[in-house]
């Protein structure tokens, strides 16, 4: 991460051979909202407090707090926080609003948090802005607006882990960096995987992935090198040594996209103009290449064409019913040939069968006209028939019956708030059968996939729960995600099935109790997540996602390099080695 001289680093990692000014830098921060995730971002940003870079940090809250989730979080601040209306001008002036390289705000009240936003841009026209807001269209007018200015959803963001810790298989993480979906696993190495057993660790940079981390299986000693503090991951290892079977190993894979030409779509012509290309096309002698392509066109358009070959072959049987019956018939004149014409036409073959027995009209003309009848009666009937196939395939399309809840192999996720909708949205995009559990209905989920609502607890079991994949409970009630957690492992305990629950949780001292009560259960606090998330774009950065591994919480950031900036220049191998990336 910057400080204000531009420099980036990693906190806990040793920077090797990399210049480091000797004058101390400070760096002061301004907090608003001391609830869960206020506090969770003051512990993130103090972990960037590294000599000789010193974080300074002042918050503000509305009320004096009850009692503290951080334990000593005022042991973290500059000064005791603030009490007052972080919209206030006088309060940000006291927090030290015009010297402050960010303010963070992340109030659970979205309007304070817009209108601080403001007036933080008003006092101070260079900080950095971090917003808490769920309102993207808002977001986006505002960062044109304010300029320096980072919107992030704090229970939208950790989504994707809820999501990837419920498949219960190795991927941990997908994010996308421009046309690019890039895909973090991490797996046990097997004694038959010919792809990394007995394989030294600098074969594993392939084209298409790299290596990120390397866990041993026993605790033998380790070779110089190793990583030993719990934030170096990357890099942390010699590359002749070899993975063997048991040891667990990270690393990140690309899937490069298709570049697919598009073809220029030109403009649709006028009906006139349409009508001269086709005249002036019959007239070049193309008739043949209009007709073609009049017969390939698009299955949306096959009503369309039906009724012009079922309207032009009746033109066509009609004109040779009138010559027939005119030149076969001498009693008949023009007129009678027309108007009998018509009548076979329609369909009326009985009625005509009478004027030609009248006029001893010879026995094959009378078997053509029976033959054009006939014709003329089936062309009606295939226009008709499309047309009542396509207006009952219209209706059906809205009578579609929801799928049906899965069998076996599927997620059950419950809760359909913004983490629940977002969880499902990407098990969907990973093509993971699923079904959702909610208090009431979804229209965007309708008939997309199978949604049972009521009493949670109670339709929990209508899941085919025992042969599950997975349960995620996301819901915003803490106590429901237990109860329902709970409720699920007495169903696989029963079946002496391993199980794996994903847990959403409010406060990060649940968290780790919840976890160390059921270990093998998957607890996440998604403010605690986010906050590295808030504690990141704090320092300038784009980021553009998170992820857990080796016990902590890894950023995809996004860095732009400025002129002066230190890593200006720099080889990449010095910028991934020197600060952990």
């Known amino acids: 991460m910057p400080n204000s001289n531009g420099n980036r680093f990693s906190p806990d990692t040793y920077i090797p051979n990399l210049p480091v000014d000797s004058c101390k830098v400070t760096d002061t921060f301004i907090v608003c909202g001391l609830g869960s995730l206020g506090q969770q971002t003051i512990v993130n940003l103090k972990r960037f407090s590294i000599a000789p870079f010193e974080v300074?940090?002042?918050?503000?809250?509305?009320?004096?707090?009850?009692?503290?989730?951080?334990?000593?979080?005022?042991?973290?601040?500059?000064?005791?926080?603030?009490?007052?209306?972080?919209?206030?001008?006088?309060?940000?002036?006291?927090?030290?609003?015009?010297?402050?390289?960010?303010?963070?705000?992340?109030?659970?009240?979205?309007?304070?948090?817009?209108?601080?936003?403001?007036?933080?841009?008003?006092?101070?026209?260079?900080?950095?802005?971090?917003?808490?807001?769920?309102?993207?269209?808002l977001n986006t007018l505002l960062q044109r607006q304010l300029g320096r200015f980072v919107a992030l959803d704090a229970t939208e963001l950790p989504a994707t882990t809820f999501a990837l810790a419920g498949l219960d298989d190795d991927s941990i993480s997908i994010f996308k960096i421009g046309d690019y979906q890039f895909?973090?696993?991490?797996?046990?190495?097997?004694?038959?995987?010919?792809?990394?057993?007995?394989?030294?660790?600098?074969?594993?940079?392939?084209?298409?992935?790299?290596?990120?981390?390397?866990?041993?299986?026993s605790d033998r000693r380790q070779p110089i090198g190793w990583a030993t503090t719990a934030s170096s991951v990357f890099?942390?290892?010699?590359?002749?040594?070899?993975?063997?079977?048991?040891?667990?190993?990270?690393?990140?894979?690309?899937?490069?996209?298709?570049?697919i030409q598009m073809p220029r779509v030109a403009a649709r012509p006028l009906p006139y103009q349409k009508l001269r290309r086709w005249l002036e096309d019959v007239f070049d002698g193309n008739w043949r290449r209009q007709f073609s392509s009049f017969l390939r066109q698009e299955a949306y358009d096959s009503l369309r064409r039906v009724t012009v070959i079922a309207v032009g072959s009746g033109l066509f049987l009609w004109v040779l019913s009138v010559f027939i019956l005119h030149n076969a018939v001498p009693s008949f004149s023009w007129n009678d040939a027309i108007f009998l014409g018509a009548v076979l036409i329609l369909g009326g073959y009985g009625d005509a069968f009478g004027h030609l027995i009248e006029e001893n009209a010879p026995s094959w003309v009378m078997t053509v006209c029976l033959l054009i009848s006939i014709t003329s009666i089936l062309l009606v009937l295939g226009v008709f028939g499309l047309l009542a196939d396509q207006l009952l395939s219209s209706r059906f399309e809205f009578l579609r019956r929801r799928p049906r809840v899965p069998r076996s192999g599927h997620v059950v996720v419950v809760g359909l708030g913004r983490v629940g909708n977002r969880v499902v949205r990407i098990l969907q995009e990973l093509k993971q059968p699923l079904v959702v559990i909610a208090n009431q209905e979804s229209p965007e989920l309708a008939n997309e996939v199978?949604?049972?609502?009521?009493?949670?607890?109670?339709?929990?079991?209508?899941?085919?729960?025992?042969?599950?994949?997975?349960?995620?409970?996301?819901?915003?009630?803490?106590?429901?995600?237990?109860?329902?957690?709970?409720?699920?492992?007495e169903v696989f305990e029963a079946q002496a099935k391993p199980f794996s629950p994903v847990v959403r949780t409010l406060t990060q001292t649940f968290t780790d109790n919840l976890a160390a009560l059921m270990p093998k259960s998957k607890v996440f606090s998604a403010y605690a997540l986010s906050a590295e998330a808030f504690a990141g774009a704090a320092f300038g950065e784009n980021i553009l996602g998170l992820f857990q591994l080796n016990d902590q919480t890894i950023l995809v950031t996004e860095y732009a390099i400025e002129s002066g900036d230190t890593l200006n220049g720099r080889l990449l191998a010095e910028v991934a080695y020197g600060y952990g990336v």
């Open 56 to 137: 300074q940090i002042t918050a503000i809250d509305h009320l004096p707090p009850d009692g503290w989730e951080v334990v000593n979080l005022p042991d973290l601040l500059v000064t005791p926080p603030i009490v007052g209306d972080c919209r206030q001008e006088t309060v940000l002036v006291q927090a030290g609003i015009k010297g402050c390289r960010a303010i963070l705000i992340v109030t659970s009240d979205e309007s304070t948090n817009v209108e601080t936003a403001i007036a933080a841009r008003r006092l101070n026209p260079d900080v950095q802005i971090i917003l808490r807001s769920a309102r993207h269209s």
């Open 183 to 217: 895909r973090v696993v991490e797996q046990f190495v097997g004694v038959n995987d010919v792809r990394f057993n007995d394989m030294p660790l600098n074969r594993l940079h392939r084209r298409q992935s790299r290596l990120l981390n390397l866990k041993p299986q």
């Open 450 to 489: 199978p949604v049972l609502t009521g009493n949670i607890l109670s339709k929990l079991r209508a899941t085919n729960l025992d042969k599950a994949k997975s349960v995620i409970a996301v819901t915003d009630d803490l106590m429901l995600n237990l109860e329902v957690v709970l409720a699920a492992s």
């Open 235 to 259: 890099h942390r290892w010699q590359p002749h040594v070899r993975v063997k079977a048991g040891d667990e190993i990270a690393y990140v894979e690309v899937d490069q996209p298709n570049v």
